[in-house]
């Protein structure tokens, strides 16, 4: 499990105000404390333009943030909610809730702060324009516009071109929303509607492309702007490669670990907009106090502060610090000196050695609940400290409590939670979304990483004579006897819950489709909940609605569709909600061990699948890949699945089965797999079906894929529109005709995309089946290659099934039972 930390005291080096989690509560030492020392003397700001999570240069930001010590942001247009994940089974936007706390983690070691818009990663995209359709050009350029208004940046930095160069229409589109933003934020005249909400007009001194060499495309060249990032850091012990690899390493969703780099790194880049620089990325900027008016000032208490540092002694600054503050908040209310107030207070509170928390035994409390805290302050350093105030909730005391070096101030209070109390949502999933963007109806929630905490208490306490404000989330707090002591977000969770058990409900061949209902009670008391389920007029159901107790714990019925039309091979939404839509879904977490546990909400809805279809073999092994949900499709046809791993990969295992299925990636993630080659090919010979889902490359690890009885290769080829015409090469193959007649109707409904990674060379043995391209491009026939081994065959499959058959998509699941049923080599 995970722990967290919110607030000032956030980021070890960073002391930045952005609202994040940390997994443990921040300590600092005193180079760290005298690195921000001379970090309140710098007013200078990057912010960082991209598409996606893991597009940032991670060797960049740690130089930006650690060695300038200039304010460093990341905005990433997408939460990284279209990519595959290879740590879990979480697609979408549950993908995309991992990849937003992966980037967290990425940048509370790097010292950047994190943004994001509205934007829905739906897929890989071949160009901006499609890119931006389907976003909505304006209403991700005003997310643009709103973070830099918001975050005032000197200097705007994409890491993409706005052309082909990019290598992702998703990466163009974000270098051509940041170099229209770059304009369109110093405009009043557009998006006027953010200025009502404080914040101006903005124009950054310059715009500028990081440019690069990597994926075989160097865009760098010797006249452009270079800069060495690779330096060692004393304070840190570790040089910035060191740091960007271990920030890389965070996004392990996406198996992207790197090695700590040391020696030289150099960065280019060209100007798009704005004055161009001559030696340095801030050339013509005032990056000290002088931009304030009246914060020379400052600037010279910051200086003494620093030369008067005591590294065994920090407290000894504490005098000093509230005198940097006193003058800072006399000065006129900026950005800067908003910012460099805020950092001050944590140099203050990190100097005196204090510490503060909100706790609570329960991770989870329902709405009307009973919630206790402690609340806790210490003060570990030689500064004598008094709290006088504590405020949370209606808990509002007014007492004065000093604090001697290391004495400790502890009280236990219990809350009645309000029965309106807004249960955890992530902000963003909160209205139903749309194809490419989310649904954000709060303009101050625009651009924010994550939601604030559940509960936050208050803390007023005296140093030096001065009262500072602290905040703090109430945390869940336990010791865990392996891990250690642990903190998590605390979750608001609503009074009564319901849902489906699965996905997709198959109803085959018109026969009635079992859809259980789970009903759950959190908080007891005797209301009755009136609970619909929505459907067509094209099915009857024996529960069109329910009626539910929440004084029973747990309740569950066993919901039976039964169509009513002749239509075939059709999709639709079914879903629950009580009567008064106050409560329309189910509590869901995510946990790993390297972001917080997360805790949302989605709707009770399913699919329910009409479909036309037979099969031919009912036992399956398979071989789970990366976020696999195609045995749940499986088991919904009626197979009997069994999951493979190293051990039942064997000779005798594999011959009970009708069919062996590999997950997405698998191979690219189990060596074993190519270590057991030769026992597939045995199965295969002997009359079995193999069933291969695509492969990134042909390596795991650094070592070159064995799979198939005959040599193939596969590239990164795919046809990302979901409409793409497919047409049949071989339309008499089996796997056209057996047992279920494929069409072009089963390519209808397709979501996301067509196919992934292609075979490109093969052997002759391998017949290449479909054909099909996207607008303007060649066509490509790598998606589905069957060669015949033996008695049995083996089949490579970039077509997209593992997107389709969750989906709902009922060709796919005619086209996956012809696969399974290849018949058998003569």
């Known amino acids: 499990m995970t722990k967290i930390s919110k607030g000032l005291l956030l980021i070890i080096l960073c002391f930045h105000v952005s609202t994040v989690y940390c997994q443990t509560p921040v300590t600092y030492n005193s180079a760290d404390i005298y690195q921000q020392l001379k970090k309140l003397n710098v007013l200078g700001s990057i912010l960082y333009i991209a598409a996606h999570p893991d597009d940032e240069n991670n060797g960049l ?70 890119a931006l359709k389907f976003w909505g050009r304006d209403k991700i350029l005003s997310d643009v516009v709103w973070v830099i208004r918001q975050y005032q940046p000197d200097v705007i930095i994409k890491r993409f071109p706005p052309d082909k160069r990019a290598g992702h229409g998703h990466h163009a589109a974000s270098a051509i929303l940041a170099d229209e933003a770059f304009t369109a934020a110093a405009d009043p005249n557009r998006f006027p509607e953010q200025l009502k909400y404080g914040v101006k007009p903005w124009q950054a001194k310059r715009i500028l492309w990081n440019t690069f060499n990597f994926g075989g495309n160097n865009t760098t060249s010797e006249d452009q702007l270079k800069v060495e990032v690779g330096g060692y850091n004393p304070l840190i012990g570790k040089s910035y490669g060191e740091l960007g690899g271990e920030a890389r390493s965070m996004h392990k969703s996406q198996g992207e670990g790197r090695p700590r780099r040391r020696g030289p790194v150099t960065e280019y880049f060209t100007t798009t907009a704005g004055d161009a620089p001559k030696t340095d990325l801030m050339d013509g900027i005032m990056i000290d106090w002088k931009r304030i008016p009246g914060g020379e000032n400052v600037g010279s208490l910051v200086n003494q502060a620093i030369t008067d540092f005591k590294l065994e002694n920090p407290a000894l600054s504490v005098p000093a610090l509230v005198r940097i503050y006193t003058a800072i908040k006399a000065l006129p209310e900026t950005n800067w000196r908003n910012k460099k107030l805020s950092e001050t207070q944590t ?104 939601n604030d905490p559940a509960f936050e208490a208050t803390f007023t306490i005296n140093i030096a004579q001065t009262d500072f404000t602290i905040r703090r989330p109430v945390q869940y707090k336990v010791v865990d006897p392996a891990k250690g002591e642990l903190y998590q977000p605390v979750a608001v969770l609503p009074k009564v819950e319901f849902n489906y058990a699965r996905e997709n409900y198959v109803s085959l061949n018109g026969n009635p489709v079992a859809a259980p209902i789970h009903f759950k009670t959190n908080f007891h008391d005797t209301t009755h909940y009136i609970i619909n389920q929505k459907y067509s007029e094209a099915w009857a159901n024996n529960f069109p609605s329910v009626s539910y107790n929440a004084a029973n714990s747990e309740n569950a019925i066993s919901s039976t569709f039964t169509s009513k039309s002749k239509e075939t091979n059709t999709t639709e939404a079914i879903s629950l909600s009580t009567i008064d839509g106050k409560y329309s879904g189910y509590t869901k977490t995510i946990s790993y061990d390297h972001i917080p546990t997360l805790t949302y909400f989605p709707e009770a809805k399913a699919n329910l699948l009409k479909v036309d279809v037979k099969t031919v073999g009912k036992k399956v092994g398979y071989i789970v890949g990366a976020g696999d949900k195609v045995p749940e499709a499986l088991t919904a046809l009626g197979y009997n699945v069994s999951y493979l791993d190293e051990a039942g990969v064997n000779d005798e295992s594999l011959k009970q089965f009708d069919a062996i299925i590999v997950g997405i990636r698998a191979y690219n993630i189990f060596e074993y797999l190519s270590n057991k080659n030769d026992v597939f090919n045995r199965y295969v010979e002997n009359g079995g079906n193999m069933i291969v889902q695509y492969m990134k490359s042909m390596q795991v690890g650094l070592k070159r894929i064995q799979t198939g009885p005959y040599p193939f290769t596969v590239t990164g080829t795919r046809v990302t529109e979901e409409n793409a015409k497919v047409s049949f090469l071989l339309p008499k193959h089996p796997v056209f005709n057996y047992p279920n007649k494929i069409t072009q109707k ?31 491009e060649k066509e490509s026939n790598g998606s589905l290659a069957i060669a015949k081994y033996g008695k049995g065959n083996y089949a490579y499959v970039g077509l997209v099934l593992f997107r389709q058959l969750p989906g709902g998509v009922p060709g796919a699941y005619r086209l996956m039972a012809n696969l399974i049923a290849l018949p058998k080599n003569k």
Request: with cysteine.
């Open 61 to 130: 930001l740690p130089y930006f943030a650690k060695e300038k010590l200039y304010r460093t942001g990341y905005l990433s247009l997408t939460r990284g909610d279209g990519g595959q994940n290879l740590i879990g089974s979480e697609q979408g936007y549950e993908l995309g809730m991992i990849r937003t706390q992966e980037l967290l983690a990425a940048r509370r070691i790097d010292g950047a702060e994190q943004f994001f818009s509205r934007a829905y990663e739906f897929g890989f995209s071949k160009s901006s324009e499609e």
């Open 746 to 776: 089963d390519f209808e409904g397709w979501i996301q995309e067509r196919s992934t990674y292609q075979v490109d060379q093969s052997d002759e043995h391998y017949e290449k089946l479909i054909s099909m391209n996207d607008v303007g």
């Open 347 to 450: 140099l203050i509170e990190a100097c005196a050695g204090l510490f503060a928390e909100a706790t609570t035994n329960e991770q989870n409390i329902v709405q009307g609940d009973r919630l206790a805290v402690t609340f806790f302050v210490n003060s570990r350093g030689a500064v004598n400290a008094t709290v006088k105030n504590i405020n949370f909730e209606t808990f509002d005391t007014t007492f004065s409590s000093p604090l001697a070096s290391n004495q400790t101030l502890s009280v236990n209070k219990i809350f009645r939670v309000s029965a309106d109390k807004k249960i955890t949502q992530p902000y963003w999933l909160e209205y139903p979304q749309s194809e490419g963007a989310f649904d954000v109806r709060d303009q101050m929630l625009i651009g924010k990483a994550e």
